[in-house]
């Protein structure tokens, strides 16, 4: 049972709905969306390398959120123990899908083989997105 951990550095984004162009009828992926993939990609490989998991996989990602500028200081300090949740957009969902999509061909085969996944939206002192991928022996 092989285990990976990476961070994917930055304020977490979760996946974006794709665009209509009114023009050519045709659908796109927001840039934003593709720039955030593009991170995770290039994250997992500078932390990770060429390793590629198999089979069942579970995935453990847990989001942390940058402290609003307005917050009191007492209240920031409370904040930053990385324990407290953040009840802000991104949804949950969308975190792990913009991540899970993004290392779908790199980490794993393919998306569906994530069996198990828990994701966690935080605050905390530095925004990341800690991202664990375990095979599950089946």
Same mark, same amino acid.
């Given at each position: ?12 984004? /979760? ?5 209509? !162009? ?6 796109? +992926? ?11 990609? @290039? ?5 990770? /390398? ?19 500028? !307005?917050?009191?200081? *007492? ?27 993004? @290392?779908?061909? @790199?980490?794993?085969?393919?998306? *569906?083989?994530?069996?198990? @996944? ?15 991928? +375990?095979?599950?022996?089946?």
């Amino acid at each position: 049972m092989r285990t990976v951990t990476f961070t994917i550095p930055g304020e977490p984004k /979760g996946k974006g709905r794709p665009r209509f !162009s009114s023009r050519s009828g045709c659908t796109y +992926t927001p840039s934003e969306t593709t720039d955030y993939e593009n991170k995770v990609r @290039l994250s997992y490989s500078q932390q990770v /390398g060429s390793t590629r998991l198999y089979g069942a996989i579970r995935a453990d990602i847990t989001a942390y959120f940058k402290i609003p500028k !307005s917050t009191p200081k *007492k209240k920031a300090a409370e904040l930053a123990e990385e324990h407290t949740p953040c009840l802000k957009a991104p949804d949950a969902d969308n975190i792990a899908k913009i991540v899970l999509d993004a @290392l779908q061909g @790199l980490a794993v085969d393919n998306d *569906k083989d994530v069996i198990y @996944l828990t994701v966690g939206k935080l605050y905390g002192s530095t925004p990341r997105v800690e991202v664990t991928l +375990t095979e599950v022996k089946g």
